[in-house]
């Protein structure tokens, strides 16, 4: 089983649908989350941090279970701008101040008009 | 002013050649991250350096080489490279310590691309 799974996609949704990505991982030790969104041909950038039972901001919510060990995102109100690759980020352990964060392959939406 | 940059963006090379990427932080942060994003899009950590200390080394070839010169720079260095090295590399950085998860984010650099022929 990989460490982060997710489904790839590509997820095909108009503007103003909401839409939801799952991911799972399978390291039950796992303490910290994360989704990061990465456009074409650019770097990955933080979008929420799930340390709880789940995280709100704007449109974006994101939910933690961790007696099934997966995490969601859910997207509402979808805008063409959130089109992009959403990566599921798991922390697998720290190593003094590092944190070994495991990435998802990542899901792709295409929002439309 | 960008927070964690990287040169060279693009660089294409030979096969069996000798070539290093910089990479640079302002955010003074203590850790740094060297990362590889393969064909597929799979984005996996290479190294992390702590204040100049190598603390996370994942099984990576011994043609890898990072240097810290100082807290604010990671570069990586590649011998001998092979056609299978072409991918995105990533530079990051963070501010992480255990008990401080608000502190995990990780800032990349914008990548570079390299191509072996």
């Known amino acids: 089983r990989k460490e982060v799974e997710q489904d790839p996609g590509p997820f095909n949704v108009p503007e103003g649908a909401t839409v939801a990505f799952n991911c799972t991982y399978s390291?039950?030790?796992?303490?910290?989350f994360f989704w990061y969104r990465q456009d074409c041909r650019k770097e990955p950038k933080l979008l929420m941090s799930?340390?709880?039972s789940g995280n709100e901001d704007g449109r974006f919510t994101a939910q933690l279970n961790r007696a099934s060990q997966y995490i969601s995102l859910l997207i509402r109100d979808s805008k063409l701008s959130d089109s992009a690759t959403y990566l599921c980020v798991v922390n697998g352990g720290w190593y003094g101040t590092a944190s070994k964060l495991t990435f998802g392959t990542g899901t792709r939406l295409q929002v439309t008009l | 002013d960008t927070a964690v940059s990287q040169t060279p963006k693009y660089l294409v090379t030979q096969m069996g050649n000798d070539k290093s990427i910089k990479c640079e932080q302002n955010l003074g942060h203590d850790t740094m991250y060297w990362y590889k994003q393969d064909s597929k899009k799979f984005l996996k950590i290479m190294f992390s350096?702590?204040?100049?200390?190598?603390?996370i080394n994942e099984t990576v070839p011994n043609r890898f080489s990072p240097k810290s010169p100082d807290k604010a720079h990671l570069n990586l260095h590649i011998n001998s490279l092979e056609l299978g090295d072409s991918a995105v590399y990533f530079c990051?950085?963070?501010?992480?310590?255990?008990?401080?998860?608000?502190?995990?984010?990780?800032?990349f650099g914008s990548g570079t691309q390299l191509s072996v022929l």
């Open positions: 990051a950085s963070s501010q992480a310590s255990r008990g401080t998860a608000t502190n995990e984010k990780l800032f």
């Open positions: 799930v340390y709880s």
């Open positions: 390291n039950s030790a796992s303490q910290s």
């Open positions: 350096y702590n204040n100049k200390e190598l603390i």
